[in-house]
């Protein structure tokens, strides 16, 4: 039904910058919004932010508000991630998500629908 890809993971240096994409497919008018998730070694999935298919509505988790900036581009189907500032504690394996909810809950992996494979991050220091 959707389909989502998730790439730009890679090493990058304390205080460095890297872009994460997410490539779309298949019914994706039926989504009400993607997210990205990161779940590190020894870790449980969390959430990190959501957009709506809108894109009028977006929540950053605490620990990256300020530094991560997530968007969207319709045309081509993608949401990317935007991290600045990054830190060795946002190492991860970085996932997106797509969900067909009405908007509540959307900060919860319960909320999606389809999942990417992931992308790894490393922050070196």
């Known amino acids: 039904q959707v389909q989502v890809v998730e790439s730009g993971g890679g090493l990058v240096q304390a205080g460095g910058s890297l872009r994460l994409s997410c490539a779309a497919s298949?019914?994706?008018?039926?989504?009400?919004?993607m997210a990205w998730f990161r779940q590190a070694l020894g870790k449980e999935r969390e959430f990190v932010a959501f957009?709506?298919?809108?894109?009028?509505?977006?929540r950053y988790a605490d620990s990256v508000k300020g530094r991560f900036t997530i968007s969207r581009d319709n045309a081509k189907n993608t949401m990317y991630l935007q991290m600045n500032s990054l830190k060795s504690e946002d190492t991860a394996v970085y996932y997106c998500?797509?969900?067909?909810?009405?908007?509540?809950?959307?900060?919860?992996?319960?909320?999606?629908?389809?999942w990417g494979q992931g992308t790894q991050v490393t922050v070196s220091s």
């Open positions: 998500a797509a969900s067909r909810s009405n908007g509540y809950g959307l900060d919860s992996i319960r909320a999606y629908d389809y």
């Open positions: 298949g019914r994706t008018f039926s989504l009400y919004a």
């Open positions: 957009i709506t298919w809108t894109g009028r509505i977006t």
